[in-house]
């Protein structure tokens, strides 16, 4: 458990992210925007990738770690009659075959064993550290990678268009656990269908409760720096709890709470009768205890 004196200007921006930026980019132009160093984001986009990347100012940065964990929403393009070396556009292409006997029909029939909980081979070109190492770098400087799969949950796995051919595209739009890659999913897609596959474009529209609707460029951000308060963060992003006054003194001490009951692996925001936001309390034995104390 940790506490921290509030600070100015803290609380969450929810930034479209542009093409061909690195989330980095994204945290290097807020930081000049919000004016501080303190900054970093839940849930790293690739380059090639656009949408929702929520950036956390000054306080919030704490809040980033379970933000990071909520389900998200993409939707994609994946291109299905050649396999790639990232398993997306930006890398060499390994093989080829004709996908023009491709119909809809199959493709949602193929889909569907890649619904809901699944293990998973994530690419070979992610940020997973093997022997200490990111996997991504050891693929570019030439290395075999095999990734161990993992269980993650794709909640929709939903065929939004499909153009035949050749080279067949099959938009899509994906729900899914943290941890999911689509990458991998445009890959498992084509193999099942025998002519191979790879991400040609993505869209991320939702983090947790954060969507699309709330997303600012950067441009618009330079222009009017629109940030989600920290109250207003923390009971979007977690469930809240409103705490009468003696619980919420005992949680400016940074006391344990035997009377709140948390959900197992799922902490929430308590708040006091004022609605100010005090702290993350997480499970611990029949009651809670505090995660993060903000006050």
Known sequence: MTTESPGPGSGLVVVDKPSDWTSHDVVARVRRLAG????????????MATGVLVVGVNRATRLLGHVAGADKEYLATIALGATTVTDDAQGD????????SL???????????L???????????????VDGKRSYARVRSG???????????VATFELISFTPGVRAEAQVRVECSSGTYVRALARD????????????SLRRTRVGRFGLEQARTLD?????????GLDVAARASFAPVDLTQEQAQAVRFGRALPDLVVPEGRPVAVFAPDGAFLAL?????AGARPLAVFV
């Not at 501080?36 to 380059?47: I, N």
């Not at 292409?93 to 023009?100: I, K, L, Q, R, V």
């Not at 290395?143 to 949950?153: G, S, Y």
């Not at 897609?189 to 040609?200: E, F, Q, R, S």
Request: without cysteine.
């Open 36 to 47: 501080t160093r303190k900054v970093g984001h839940a849930g790293t986009l690739d380059p």
């Open 93 to 100: 292409e390994t093989g080829s075959a004709d996908a023009s």
């Open 103 to 113: 119909g809809a029909e199959a493709v949602r029939e193929a889909m569907l064993p």
């Open 115 to 129: 619904t809901g909980a699944i293990d998973q081979v994530p690419s070979a070109v992610s940020a997973i550290k």
């Open 143 to 153: 290395e075999q990678v095999e990734l161990k799969a993992r269980r993650v949950e």
């Open 189 to 200: 897609l084509g193999a099942a269908l025998g002519v191979g596959g790879h991400l040609t």
């Open 220 to 228: 618009q951000l330079a222009e009017s720096f629109d940030m989600v």
């Open 281 to 285: 309390y997480e499970a611990a034995g």
